[in-house]
């Protein structure tokens, strides 16, 4: 597997940082997540994925300021690199290309809610 | 619960949680989002639900990224600067506090040479026989003998063993017939020399690796003429000529010529197979044809197996051999390892229950009592003077040394002082090794010593320092440091002080169980020394009988009767100390045909009883007034088992009766292990092989004289030599003896470093003491109010641990004791006596201190204040 290689849940992350810029912070995300899917999101599991993130070079990050219900803690600000730009714009252009390919009706019916 | 105007908290105890595992440099933002987390879902879903999920989400940091340090922030205790000021500190400390420095270096460094010695001694005893090409595929054949059901174990074996096992089994490569340790009479030229020697089977020198010098290993005992010699005996024969020994004759026992085919280097001493001439062993049965009949045992046999043989399952399959070719049904045939014969042949009731192996258990297991000792004489006195160095640690703590740093700081320096222990240690056993192979009876070096051997030194020192330095360091490196440096610090009576007294109770626990182990097996020692043996083994020598003493033994007996200095003379084939023979040939009228005791066969002449100062229960002793042909003497066991009045009845040995003439009181016949059996003595001059000759108490040197004289005449040929059974017998337990010696110095050495230790302990006290004496003194303490006062402590220490030694040497002893037949009464005074000197010797070394503490004038220490 590639370095740059992205799990499902770290390219997620890395949309989310782009959706959050320039305040991104695990806290964010983690609730944003869990409001989209609907299912419990820990601040761990995103925190780990940006860690993860940093290290395949997709984000950077720098302490940001504390507020009173962190206790007076810092947070730490995420930010997507062109790296990570790159390949959220590649992501996107494989699902795209792949998604306009489809022949109609071919894809079950579902129900839009 | 949570008020209502305080803001609701996270549960603290699963924040403390993450702050142990969570990484320094990732706490802060990791405690931030979880409380900002938090917060935000009290908003949303209510305190409860909050609470909730907040396990959930500490749970979720519980990943190896977030425990794990970042490099730079770990601690580097290991740089060169601060192990450099270790060993400055460590040095100041050491040449600051002399006393203390010198017991313990002392303590280390004696404890450390006996440990060396015993060191010593055990790979030189686990070195024998180990020098073999093939010594992992060389067995020797023993045999366990089952009748009257005891089963008795030996080593000796008739030929057939030898030659059936190398025709019946494929495993069996080689099987080898030795008849070793004679005394043979070698003549070259005009000179005789006696060696020992013996004849062994042609393929001896495959099977044994003794490197020739000369001739050639393969053929060197090929035909019935050939000889093979060591080095030294070349050398003695024919001197400087030596290197050219091959192919010149000698002459063995003035009857036989041999050519010398080989010449090897000397026996090792770490083998068991020691000799000086080798002859073929088939010269030795073309003259002795009797002597390779199934029931004549008297040979060493020696096999090598194939590799990858199981020696289990071949035992299973040899075992009958004996009894299918003999026809018997007692006897079961067994291979031994030849590499651990020298330690373990010690069988009874058939079991291996040790041997040699049994003293390098002890030895070792004295060593690390001694080095316990030294070791807790380190960790006492490191402990007990903490709070001089309670300051130290404070200000390195606060300056940012962590535990771990401190921990490394102290067990550096009690390495160090082992390593100068270790060299003192060293200098120690270079100049005691003389002296220690004196008493052991060894001939070690340090010269060729191998680089294990070092190595294991080294590691043993290091050890040393590392467990004597580690319980300082764990107690030394838990102090606080606001404690220490405010002043307040002092060592009350905690966890340490506590420690400490266990392990001073430990200590000489240890040191008594030493001491009277020692005296109890010095005792019992002194005791088989000195014991009535029913003979008088002193002022009586015996002589192979060889050339003119076989035929002309009657003219030559009666000659040096005559002689001054001689007191009696008789021939015996057995020395009545040690009887080999035994039989189950013995009758008599009325025998129980369900018996099946065994007798102790003793072949010998006239004048038996009265030379070797036997006593007579009843008739009399073989004389030649009565011209005795087939006659008996037995001893009184042999009597109790016949019943009645015996002297006159018939006995029949081995086919021949003959009237018993008298009984003599039991002696002991064996060996001072194993109890008195029955004896027949039978009159067979031409069996007894050796001349007794009993010399006047005081004459010795004119009755050697005399011997020396008649002996010229008639033996021209024979070098003399001679054997006095008291030093024989004192030979034989020599390694008891020694042993006994050796545990005796170390038990005393134990003491004494437990006493350094306590010396120590005291010296601290007094010290830290000295006001509160001086004040004592000044309002009217009595000098002996104050000893009792300081020593009261530690003897109490030193009492317990007497009390606790005692079961366990008491347990300890008697299990020992188990090993002889006849054992000294061991009464409790013993054990008072013994175990009393040991504290009063304590009591001597506190007390000299605290002494000294007490008479000391109060003004010296009271007016500096």
Request: with cysteine; proline share 3%; aromatic share 12%.
């Amino acid at each position: 597997m590639r370095r740059s290689d992205l799990g499902e849940f770290e390219e997620i992350v890395l949309l989310a940082v782009a959706v959050f810029s320039p305040e991104a912070y695990s806290v964010v995300i983690a609730d944003e997540l869990e409001k989209q899917t609907g299912k419990t999101v820990t601040t761990g599991a995103v925190h780990a994925a940006l860690q993860r993130l940093e290290n395949k070079g997709m984000v950077t990050s720098q302490m940001g300021e504390a507020t009173s219900e962190r206790g007076g803690r810092r947070k730490r600000i995420f930010k997507v690199t062109v790296a990570g730009s790159r390949l959220l714009h590649e992501v996107r252009d494989v699902r795209n290309n792949l998604w306009s390919r489809i022949a109609p009706r071919t894809l079950p019916k579902i129900k839009t809610t | 619960m949570a008020t209502r105007d305080r803001k609701p908290q996270p549960p603290r105890w699963l924040d403390s949680l993450l702050e142990h595992f969570c990484a320094p440099h990732l706490l802060e933002q990791v405690m931030g989002d979880l409380h900002e987390r938090f917060y935000r879902r009290i908003e949303r879903e209510g305190v409860a639900r909050a609470r909730r999920m907040y396990w959930r989400e500490v749970l979720a940091y519980m990943r190896p990224s977030v425990f794990k340090r970042k490099a730079t922030y770990r601690t580097k205790p290991y740089s060169a600067d601060m192990f450099s000021n270790y060993f400055k500190v460590a040095f100041r400390n050491l040449l600051r506090k002399r006393v203390y420095s010198g017991i313990n270096i002392l303590g280390l460094s004696i404890g450390l040479a006996c440990s060396f010695f015993i060191l010593l001694w055990v790979t030189d005893e686990t070195s024998y026989d180990r020098f073999h090409d093939n010594g992992d595929q060389l067995y020797q054949a023993w045999r366990h003998m089952t009748t009257g059901g005891q089963t008795y174990t030996m080593n000796s074996q008739p030929r057939g063993i030898a030659d059936e096992m190398a025709v019946e089994f494929p495993e069996v490569e080689e099987t080898v017939i030795t008849y070793l340790d004679q005394q043979l009479v070698v003549t070259s030229g005009n000179n005789n020399y006696r060696e020992a020697g013996g004849y062994v089977g042609e393929a001896f020198f495959q099977m044994f690796s003794f490197p020739f010098i000369h001739g050639d290993a393969k053929t060197a005992l090929q035909g019935l003429t050939s000889a093979v010699i060591t080095e030294r005996t070349a050398r003695k024969i024919f001197g400087d000529d030596w290197e050219h020994a091959v192919g010149r004759n000698i002459t063995v026992d003035h009857n036989k010529e041999y050519a010398i085919t080989g010449v090897v280097r000397d026996v090792p001493e770490n083998s068991s197979i020691q000799f000086d001439i080798l002859l073929p062993v088939e010269e030795y049965f073309a003259h002795n044809k009797n002597r390779a009949h199934w029931y004549y045992m008297a040979y060493g046999i020696y096999a090598k197996l194939r590799e990858g043989t199981s020696l289990d399952a071949f035992n299973k399959k040899v075992g009958d051999i004996f009894n299918r070719h003999a026809d018997a049904n007692d006897h079961q045939i067994f291979l031994q390892p030849f590499e651990d014969i020298y330690l373990y042949s010690f069988y009874r009731d058939g079991k291996l229950v040790g041997g040699r192996i049994e003293y390098v258990r002890i030895f070792t297991g004295i060593a690390i009592f001694i080095l316990l000792i030294a070791c807790i004489n380190f960790m006492n006195l490191a402990t007990a003077r903490s709070s001089q160095r309670a300051r130290e640690i404070g200000v390195r703590k606060v300056i940012g040394a962590q535990r771990k740093a401190l921990m490394t700081q102290f067990v550096t320096e009690s390495i160090g002082l082992a390593l100068i222990a270790f060299v003192l240690a060293f200098v120690l056993v270079v100049m005691l090794l003389p002296a220690f192979n004196y008493l052991t009876g060894k001939n070690l070096t340090l010269v060729n010593l191998n680089g294990t051997f070092l190595m294991s030194i080294i590691g043993i020192a290091v050890m040393v320092g590392v467990i004597s330095g580690s319980y300082p360091a764990l107690y030394l490196s838990s102090f606080k440091p606001v404690a220490v440096l405010r002043g307040t610090f002092r060592q009350g009576p905690g966890i340490a002080d506590t420690f400490r007294k266990g392990l001073v109770v430990f200590q000489f626990a240890l040191s008594v169980l030493l001491i009277v182990s020692t005296v109890v097996v010095y005792l019992q020692l002194d005791y088989m020394r000195t014991k009535e043996l029913g003979l008088e083994r002193e002022n009586l020598l015996y002589v192979a009988r060889e050339g003119a003493l076989i035929n002309r033994y009657d003219a030559i007996a009666e000659e040096l009767i005559t002689q001054p200095g001689i007191a009696g003379v008789t021939a015996s084939g057995q020395n009545p100390l040690e009887v080999g023979n035994n039989t189950l040939d013995v009758g008599w009228n009325g025998k129980d045909p369900n018996n099946t005791q065994l007798f102790y066969i003793i072949l010998a002449y006239n004048d038996f009883v009265k030379t070797m100062k036997m006593e007579l229960v009843a008739g009399r002793d073989f004389s030649k007034l009565h011209a005795d042909s087939m006659v008996y003497l037995i001893n009184e066991e042999t009597a109790k088992m016949i019943g009645g009045d015996v002297v006159g009845k018939i006995l029949n040995v081995y086919g021949d009766n003959g009237p018993i003439v008298g009984v003599v009181k039991n002696f002991s016949m064996n060996s001072l292990y194993s109890p008195i059996e029955p004896v027949v003595i039978r009159l067979d001059l031409n069996s007894a092989r050796n001349l007794y000759v009993r010399t006047k108490p005081g004459e010795t040197q004119q009755a050697l004289e005399s011997l020396m004289t008649v002996y010229k005449k008639f033996n021209p040929g024979y070098p003399l030599t001679y054997t006095f059974l008291d030093q024989q017998f004192e030979m034989r337990y020599r390694s008891e003896q020694v042993t006994a010696k050796l545990v005796n110095i170390f038990a005393v050495i134990a003491l004494f470093i437990s006493c350094l230790g306590l010396f120590g302990l005291t010296s601290f006290t007094v010290e830290q003491r000295t006001k509160e004496l001086g004040v004592r003194r000044v309002l009217g303490a009595s000098v002996g109010g104050i000893v009792v006062l300081l020593s009261r402590d530690f003897l109490k220490l030193v009492f317990i641990g007497f009390m606790i030694a005692i079961p366990v040497t008491w347990y300890l002893t008697t299990q020992w004791l188990e090993n002889f037949a006849d054992r000294v009464e061991i009464g409790a005074g013993v054990f008072v006596i013994a175990g009393l000197a040991a504290v009063l010797i304590a009591l001597t070394t506190v007390s000299w201190q605290c002494i000294k503490a007490a008479i000391a004038n109060p003004v010296d220490c009271l007016k500096n204040e």
